[in-house]
T-cell receptor, first 112, second 115 residues
């Protein structure tokens, strides 16, 4: 079983749609959680950290369920500029070191 | 705040040649990471430094890859000799190890093509 699993997609959605991505992780020692966005031929960029209480940043809402080891990202009112790969990432901390484990990413294509 | 800097941005070499990549992390970030990303996959950690010490190099192919972080700031990653399967993007990232949630910030990467 992969440490972080995501549906690779692609998700093809029209502009204005709401789309949800899900992710599961296997290591219960994971301490912090992120969604990164990666545009074609670019580096991953931090989209948002994910907290148990859920957090929102404009059109983006992230949720963490530690009991189910499940992370989600909801994008409302999709824009063409949201087209990218979304990487689910967990951080495992051991002592004073941190290790990020990446999912393979979910490709989103927003259509006009 | 300046981001993570990497050079070169692109490199094309023939198999069996050598290549080196350079990274300058965000100022004050004690932890530096080198990743390899193959098209269609998530980044794979090659090596992690905390200051100038290695804390994880379990996935570094040590017969051909080496990395150093002298003085705990800049870092170089070297491949010698390169193989065709080394064609990938090499990403450098840095983070603070004291500030939760310990997010990492990536440089623009070096795209390596081995022919």
């Amino acid at each position: 079983r992969k440490e972080v699993e995501q549906d690779p997609g692609p998700f093809n959605v029209p502009e204005g749609a709401t789309v949800a991505f899900n992710c599961t992780y296997s290591n219960s020692a994971s301490q912090s959680f992120f969604w990164y966005r990666q545009d074609c031929r670019k580096e991953p960029k931090l989209l948002m950290s994910v907290y148990s209480s859920g957090n929102e940043d404009g059109r983006f809402t992230a949720q963490l369920n530690r009991a189910s080891q499940y992370i989600s990202l909801l994008i409302r009112d999709s824009k063409l500029s949201d087209s990218a790969t979304y990487l689910c990432v967990v951080n495992i901390r051991s002592g004073a070191t941190n290790k990020l484990i990446f999912g393979t990413g979910t490709l989103l294509a927003v259509q006009p | 705040e300046a981001g993570v800097a990497q050079s070169p941005r692109y490199k094309i070499i023939e198999k069996r040649q050598s290549v080196a990549f350079w990274c300058n992390p965000i100022s004050g970030h004690a932890t530096l990471y080198w990743y390899q990303q193959i098209l269609g996959q998530g980044p794979k950690l090659l090596i992690q430094f905390q200051n100038n010490g290695v804390v994880d190099d379990s996935q570094l192919p040590k017969d051909r890859f080496s990395a150093e972080r002298l003085k705990g700031v800049d870092s170089t990653l070297k491949i010698q000799p390169a193989k065709l399967e080394d064609s990938a993007v090499y990403l450098c990232a840095s983070s603070s190890y004291t500030d939760f949630p310990y997010e990492q910030y990536f440089g623009p990467g070096t795209r390596l093509t081995v022919t």
